[in-house]
């Protein structure tokens, strides 16, 4: 039986719901960030030693806030699902905003994946049961949260609210448990890192470095996906993600600065839970359990906003007929784009079980950084269509050209040391985005409504 | 403990597994594909954007 819904919202229409604040923005962008603190940064270590990973948390750091100013910038103007893909179709054109939906799902799926495999490995280890696997706690990872988010975006990103706040406030805590002011007592910075062994593979370590550099901000951008369910988007959207921004800048600093006190570099470039060592280290068993505690939260948080945004890209190509318009339903009652997100979840349970961690973070890292490639190109673009004072922003990043200039040139120096490191998965990446690219060319493209996918109420760009 | 915890995880996933499962085909086959896919992008801006300078 087919019946219409009474609580439409435009006529006999669903949409998504706009629920959001500039809160849920920063618990969307931060939690799906702050997993690199707890794992990830410290293989940077590996590649160039523990100054390189400290150069990199900086210079990295510029290529994130580029990529924070920009897409504050775009998104405030460009307020709808799908974030840099509703930006690039509107800006670039149909086959760059295909790419970029896929860039988007494929490093919010294999950072899902990452996380999941990270909080089944974190409870196997604590456990140290022989027979126990970690499948059982991946599995309810993905399952519990894919729920979480099929139930509704705005408990979705609460509990992402409260469990980052939680794994933020861990950092916080051991930051000044071990005395900052004070080295010698617990810190052994002077003793760890000296000139002989900062740098030991010389400027190339530092290079090689950025490849997990990345892993400290990776998926900030990530905000953006939540343009069409925040209350105000030209408001929310700049004002969580410079706030996240600024927030992961102190957690990331906090985190090398214990983490490289405490630990050789030998030793930091090579494990899997940094901090969670650096609690082990301090000797509290309050500080141990904190941090166990805070590196599966931080897991969780990371995959829980990673599923609300790959949900949302997916959604929004089949609602421009990118991909068949079936999977741009939203639910009825919960009013989340329900059936992207359960077409997603067999497909990181399967990429969760087959694929190891190394292999899902560099599919993840190698996605995202053809995304900020993009949008270096992406903001120049949209600056010489609609310059200042055509259309309403609701920011205005300042310094234009500037930081599309650095991070342009920091994407293709994150480029070569990806290429140093996965030289063949790079080439297979990409070669896999020119062959879907020809096939939504030439066959794909032709189900789309040409007229319809563009929706802003904009003047015609200059120069056409 | 560890064990029992990784049972309980099996069990909670193929619960909720089996809850979206049937809560998807509800939804399916009580509304229409039309009214299910009736979202549009940027239907709030058109509405409240008037771009004036």
Redesign the interface.
């Known amino acids: ?5 009474e609580p ?1 919202v ?1 006529g ?5 719901l ?1 629920v959001l604040g500039p809160a849920h923005v920063w618990a969307l962008g931060v939690g799906i960030v702050l997993v690199g603190e707890f794992t990830g940064w410290n293989f940077a270590a590996d590649k160039g030693g523990a100054l390189a990973a400290l150069i990199v948390c900086w210079v990295v750091g510029l290529l994130y806030t580029s990529v924070a100013m920009i897409d504050s910038e775009v998104t405030s103007t460009v ?4 974030g840099q893909y ?1 930006q690039a179709k509107h800006i670039v054109g149909p086959l760059m905003a295909f790419n970029v939906a896929l860039f988007l799902v494929f490093a919010y799926t294999m950072l899902e994946v990452s996380d999941a495999i990270l909080l089944g490995d974190t ?1 196997v280890a604590k ?1 140290g ?1 022989e ?3 970690h499948n ?2 991946i ?2 990872t993905i ?2 949260l ?2 979480l988010n ?1 139930r509704g975006v705005l408990m979705t990103l609460n509990v992402n609210f409260v469990i980052t706040a939680i794994a933020y406030i861990s950092i916080v805590i051991l930051f000044f448990s071990v005395s900052p002011w004070t080295q010698g007592a617990v810190l052994k910075l002077n003793e760890l890192v000296t000139p002989g062994n900062a740098l030991p593979y010389g400027w190339i370590g530092v290079i090689a470095a950025f490849q997990f550099g990345i892993w400290y901000y990776l998926g900030i951008e990530g905000t953006t996906q939540a343009a ?1 369910e925040v209350r105000s988007p030209a408001r929310s959207l700049p004002y969580g993600t410079m706030a996240g921004m600024i927030t992961l800048l102190i957690a990331a600093a906090m985190t090398w600065y214990v983490c490289a006190s405490m630990m050789p570099w030998e030793y930091l470039g090579i494990t899997y839970y940094p901090l969670w060592d650096a609690g082990k280290l301090t000797g509290s068993p309050l500080l141990e359990n904190l941090l166990f505690i805070a590196t599966l939260l931080a897991a969780l948080a990371s995959a829980n906003g990673c599923i609300n945004d790959a949900a949302r890209a997916w959604f ?1 190509l ?3 007929r990118y991909l068949p ?2 999977f ?6 919960y009013r989340t784009p ?2 992207s997100i ?1 077409f997603l ?1 067999p497909i990181a349970l399967a990429f969760a079980f087959i694929a190891d961690l190394n292999q899902a973070i560099t599919f993840s890292i190698l996605s995202g950084v053809l995304q900020y490639t993009f949008m270096s190109i992406n903001i120049v673009m949209f600056r010489k269509k609609w310059p200042l ?4 922003r609701g920011y205005t990043h300042p310094f234009h050209p500037l930081p599309a200039i650095v991070l342009f040139c920091l994407c293709v120096v994150t480029f070569f040391a990806i290429f140093l490191g996965f030289g063949s998965q790079l080439i297979a990446m990409v070669a896999f985005y020119f062959l879907i690219s020809l096939w939504f060319h030439f066959y794909r493209y032709r189900f789309v409504r040409r007229g319809d996918q563009f ?5 015609k760009p200059q120069g056409y | 403990m ?2 029992a ?3 309980a ?2 069990g ?2 193929i619960v ?2 089996l ?3 049937y ?2 085909f509800k ?1 399916d ?18 509405v409240s ?5």
Do not use: Q
């Open positions: 039986m087919t019946v219409t819904l439409a435009h006999d229409r669903v949409s998504l706009r307020a709808a699902a799908g509703a409870i456990a049961v027979g126990l696997t059982s706690f599995a309810a399952v519990v894919a729920w099929y069409e929004s089949g609602r421009d318009t079936w741009s339903a939203v639910h009825p009652k329900y059936r359960l979840l004072g055509s259309i309403r929706t802003m109420p904009w003047p | 560890w064990m915890l990784s049972y995880s099996w909670i996933s909720l597994a809850w979206m499962l809560d998807w939804v086959t009580t509304f229409s594909e039309e009214v299910l896919t009736s979202s549009r992008e940027g239907e709030l801006e058109a954007e008037k771009h004036r300078i």
